[in-house]
């Protein structure tokens, strides 16, 4: 199957600062990739749809300028936690597919916020 | 917009003995349905998958799951469990077509034991 990839697998940041969060579709080009979020002992929550070129699609209950979301190329999008708080420290998967209805997803990103 | 029920939290069950989890969607058009098993801090792996044609799908490990659109259900059973098999397991839906987002259920936690 297809392959995503993201990095970093766990950051550790202090409270105030941004984190920079990477997917990217190593074998294939992806125009849409999700962003979700999934803390501890909970199920995945659907942050946002990130489109290649144009403007993030974000879930009711997302703060957009919180989770600025960049996808500037077919294999790339990225995930900024901007003024990040210690409630922000989760676990931040990310999916890609290829236009068959299968999703790919990433090994996910441990962010902890102290 | 879709919706996904797992009906059990947690499912406890010895070794070799099979195993049942419930998965209900709700959806007002068609839809591709998922089951993937989640280890501890790690992402997702994709256990099997419903696209369309037999409504039977076997996946990796031995595990199986059957569409049913009348009781808008896709439950996944395994005739015997391993300890290896301990993990959280989810179920997933998205409309068909190419790109579209998948809606996670709660999570199963299933527990296999000696």
């Known amino acids: 199957g297809a392959v995503v990839s993201q990095h970093p697998s766990r950051v550790i940041c202090k409270s105030g600062t941004s984190v920079k969060i990477e997917c990217r579709s190593l074998?294939?080009?992806?125009?849409?990739m999700f962003w979700y979020r999934q803390f501890p002992k909970q199920s995945l929550m659907l942050m946002a749809t990130?489109?290649?070129?144009?403007?993030?699609?974000?879930e009711q209950g997302v703060e957009k300028d919180k989770f600025l979301i960049n996808h500037a190329s077919l294999t790339l999008s990225t995930l900024t936690v901007t003024s990040a708080h210690p409630e922000d420290s989760s676990f931040y998967i990310c999916s890609a597919g290829q236009g068959t209805g299968e999703l790919f997803f990433g090994e996910g990103s441990r962010l902890t916020v102290l | 917009a879709q919706s996904v029920t797992q009906l059990d939290s947690q499912v406890p069950v010895f070794e070799e003995a099979p195993v049942e989890l419930r998965c209900n969607y709700s959806s007002s058009v068609s839809v591709y349905l998922f089951w993937y098993v989640q280890y501890p801090n790690q992402g997702l792996q994709l256990l099997l998958k419903?696209?369309?044609?037999?409504?039977l799908v076997k996946g990796i490990n031995g595990f199986e799951a059957e569409f049913n659109k009348s009781q808008t259900s896709f439950h996944l059973r395994k005739p015997s469990v391993h300890i290896s098999d301990t993990a959280e397991y989810f179920c997933a839906v998205s409309e068909t077509g190419g790109y579209n987002k998948l809606i996670f259920g709660a999570g199963t936690r299933l527990a296999v034991h000696p």
């Open positions: 990130s489109n290649e070129g144009s403007k993030a699609t974000y």
């Open positions: 419903y696209l369309s044609g037999s409504t």
């Open positions: 074998d294939f080009q992806a125009t849409t």
